[in-house]
T-cell receptor, first 114, second 111 residues
Framework: AAGVIQSPRHLIKEKRETATLKCYPIPRHDTVYWYQQGPGQDPQFLISFYEKMQSDKGSIPDRFSAQQFSDYHSELNMSSLELGDSALYFC?????????????FGSGTQLSVL | DAKTTQPNSMESNEEEPVHLPCNHSTISGTDYIHWYRQLPSQGPEYVIHGLTSNVNNRMASLAIAEDRKSSTLILHRATLRDAAVYYCILRDNAGNTPLVFGKGTRLSVIA
């Protein structure tokens, strides 16, 4: 079965550079969630989209922005990167409104800021 | 936000049952109890969820206290591949709300 696809798997950037992470949800899933997991930390919710509209906002820095496109894939744009942005970024997808659906997570993008 | 409390870590022998507890004394009537796990270097993975009644699936069982203030995830026969961090999460049944991860339980399985 198709899973959530994230690209790239690994990304190395310098401080103050920009990065774009991509997420391709499971087919027919219309909701995408972004999470950040620092080393030794638990996943922290950043932002989510339903039907291309932002649905919830968590602890996403102002330097980050995200959007969901017409094909439901999503991109997380990160600017003015800081060392503290080094983390594993997960994307998850689900479908609505068929009850309380579970989230399916991708394998993540490991971002290293040097 | 409704909160959950889990032990930081637990240890189990391989092929023995494991009971992972979760306390959620402030749970509201519309909160579902979800369990996810995160294996090393992987994204979180859904395990099971329930509202009031005990639930079983191919991965685990979920036992929910009658007053819903606590629940227990049961792995019937732990394997080495079950070593992971297990998260107990409350999620409103409005759906589409994000999962908010707290501090989970790190399960170690000993061969």
């Amino acid at each position: 079965a198709a899973g959530v696809i994230q690209s790239p798997r690994h990304l190395i950037k310098e401080k103050r550079e920009t990065a774009t992470l991509k997420c391709y949800p499971i087919p027919r899933h219309d909701t995408v969630y972004w999470y950040q997991q620092g080393p030794g930390q638990d996943p922290q919710f950043l932002i989510s989209f339903y039907e291309k509209m932002q649905s919830d906002k968590g602890s996403i820095p102002d330097r980050f922005s995200a959007q969901q496109f017409s094909d439901y894939h999503s991109e997380l744009n990160m600017s003015s990167l800081e060392l503290g942005d080094s983390a594993l970024y997960f994307c998850a997808s689900s479908t609505w409104p068929w009850g309380l659906e579970k989230l399916f997570f991708g394998s993540g993008t490991q971002l290293s800021v040097l | 936000d409704a909160k959950t409390t889990q032990p930081n870590s637990m240890e189990s022998n391989e092929e023995e049952p494991v009971h992972l507890p979760c306390n959620h004394s402030t749970i509201s009537g519309t909160d579902y109890i979800h369990w996810y796990r995160q294996l090393p270097s992987q994204g979180p993975e859904y395990v099971i969820h329930g509202l009031t009644s005990n639930v079983n699936n191919r991965m685990a069982s979920l036992a929910i206290a009658e007053d819903r203030k606590s629940s227990t995830l049961i792995l019937h026969r732990a394997t080495l591949r079950d070593a992971a961090v297990y998260y107990c999460i409350l999620r409103d049944n409005a759906g589409n709300t994000p999962l908010v991860f707290g501090k989970g339980t790190r399960l170690s399985v000993i061969a």
